[in-house]
Nanobody, 122 residues
Framework: QVQLVESGGGLVQAEGSLRLSCAAS????????MGWFRQAPGKEREFVAV????????YVTGSVKGRFTISRDNAKNTVYLQMNSLKPEDTAVYYC???????????????WGQGTQVTVSS
């Protein structure tokens, strides 16, 4: 069973940057495609980005395209989400998740972290 722990969240001003990390244990990270999701208060959890098992393919949702980048370091069992030009509407709890396939639907993800809060002030 894979355990995932996110870190790197916090409070940042609009147009600022944060880098989220997701550390995996209990399994081999390269066996999974990894995704980032977020959930704002009163809203459903939504897809943000996905990266394939060895990092050759990535995809980010339209609202963060050009601002967020997903990457991974399988040797360190860690996945990252670099977030630039942050906007107040990016405020949410951010979750990393592991899936056996390259997926955008949260229902296809088997393992989840506990989340890290990102708050962007205007």
């Amino acid at each position: 069973q894979v355990q995932l722990v996110e870190s790197g969240g916090g409070l940042v001003q609009a147009e600022g940057s944060l880098r989220l990390s997701c550390a995996a244990s209990g399994g081999t990270l390269s066996s999974y495609s990894m995704g980032w999701f977020r959930q704002a208060p009163g809203k459903e959890r939504e897809f943000v980005a996905v990266i394939s098992k060895i990092g050759k393919s990535t995809y980010v949702t339209g609202s963060v395209k050009g601002r967020f980048t997903i990457s991974r370091d399988n040797a360190k069992n860690t996945v990252y989400l670099q977030m630039n030009s942050l906007k107040p509407e990016d405020t949410a709890v951010y979750y990393c998740a592991a899936a056996s396939s390259y997926a955008v639907s949260l229902h296809q993800y088997d393992y989840w972290g506990q989340g890290t809060q990102v708050t962007v002030s205007s």
